[in-house]
């Protein structure tokens, strides 16, 4: 089954890691077969990696999109993880950490970044962090 990815004017996706920049108008487009796909608005900026939360997302996507450093993306994630359940330890920040290292011992990088969207939300709330 296609993946039919509708572009906004002016949207970016990664696709197995080139980089695609739509036009003016809105476009659709089928990938037929298995990518790695990100998109724009999924992606995340080292700059903008500020917060510990977002410095987990930022190595998560990058092993997802560079299969060559991807060990030492998940090492480094591996920390990361490890200090934000050190500084917050509750029921909520364990359940997404471990439904997001389910998704990666699957490969599933794609499903853990959504994931970790709600451990940023988690952070922004309770840390004060965006706001």
């Known amino acids: 089954m296609a993946l039919k990815l509708t572009l906004k004017p002016e949207e970016k996706v990664i696709v197995n ?6 036009g003016g108008a809105k476009t659709t487009l089928s990938i037929e ?7 724009q608005k999924d992606i995340l ?4 990696a500020n917060t510990p939360a977002k410095r987990i997302y930022f ?9 060559d450093h991807e060990r030492d993306y998940l090492e480094k994630a591996n920390l990361l993880v490890r200090d934000f359940v050190e500084a917050a330890p509750t029921e ?3 359940t997404i950490l471990e439904a997001v290292g389910q998704d990666v011992s699957e490969r599933n ?6 994931q970790l969207k709600k451990l940023i939300a988690y952070e922004e709330k309770r840390l ?3 706001g």
């Open 17 to 22: 890691g080139a980089v695609i920049a739509n």
């Open 128 to 130: 004060n962090y965006g």
């Open 45 to 48: 900026t080292e700059e903008q």
């Open 109 to 114: 990088y794609f499903k853990a970044l959504k």
């Open 33 to 39: 077969n298995s990518a790695i796909i990100l998109r």
């Open 59 to 67: 190595c998560l996507q990058l092993a997802y999109l560079d299969s």
């Open 92 to 94: 909520e920040v364990r």
